[in-house]
């Protein structure tokens, strides 16, 4: 079923699975239970249950880089995503700064900084929408309309795919440039394009985005089908 009522942009559609005869269907099957006790689901964000120290040791390993053997213990990146999420709200240029609710498009090859990113994201309350890396200009743009997403994370090998999508959606070469960040842990940035390294060291939120109890069931990504009938739809995952 397609609706037309994701609650950030309005007009955007987004997927929705149904059965239209569920209470027959389900008085046919014969539904199985495991002999372990029901699984309770936390009902609070992502980031607060992975950053949970009574759960997890800060001082395991969290993520390798295989290539260069780059790390980051669990409390690394902790800091480095309540860094990043204060970079968003603050530190990006106006047009792109990302508050509680607003989306954020991920567009990237595999890298070490993608979960920096999408957990300095949700850090900040903020809704990623990732996007695939085979992706041209124009299959771009529709995600990036759809969601009603306000800045491109892209991998540095596409970040002129990134500036040709905001140009064909109006954007002068400019403003384009603005709602783009080089997603590499290394970069200052280049030709007037912020590279993810300057949004850190420049302070940190104190505590992530509260979402426990009911907040919990808020959308924290938005992602697309691969468009096999028509253009890809929206799926949210909360």
Known sequence: HL?????SA??????????ANSSSLLATMTIYTSHF???????????TFVFNAQRHDPNLTAFIDAPTGHFFSRAELRTLTLQLAYGV?????????LARGDTAMIFSLNSIAFPVVLLGLIA????????NSAYTPRELLHQYTDSGAKVVF??????DTALAMLKLHGLSEADAKKRVVIMDLDSEGQHGIVGLRSLFGRGALAAEENFDGDLS????????????????KGVEVR
């Open 37 to 47: 006790s029901p699984v309770r689901f936390p009902s609070q964000s992502l980031w």
């Open 89 to 97: 709200r603050n530190v990006l240029p106006q047009e792109a700064h």
């Open 217 to 232: 069931n808020e959308s924290v990504l938005l992602c697309y089908s691969s468009g096999t009938t028509g253009k890809p």
């Open 124 to 131: 900040n309350g903020s809704r990623a929408t990732l996007a």
């Open 10 to 19: 309005p007009h955007h559609g987004y997927l929705i699975l149904t059965c």
């Open 154 to 159: 892209a991998h540095p090998a596409l970040v």
């Open 3 to 7: 609706g037309n009522s994701y609650p």
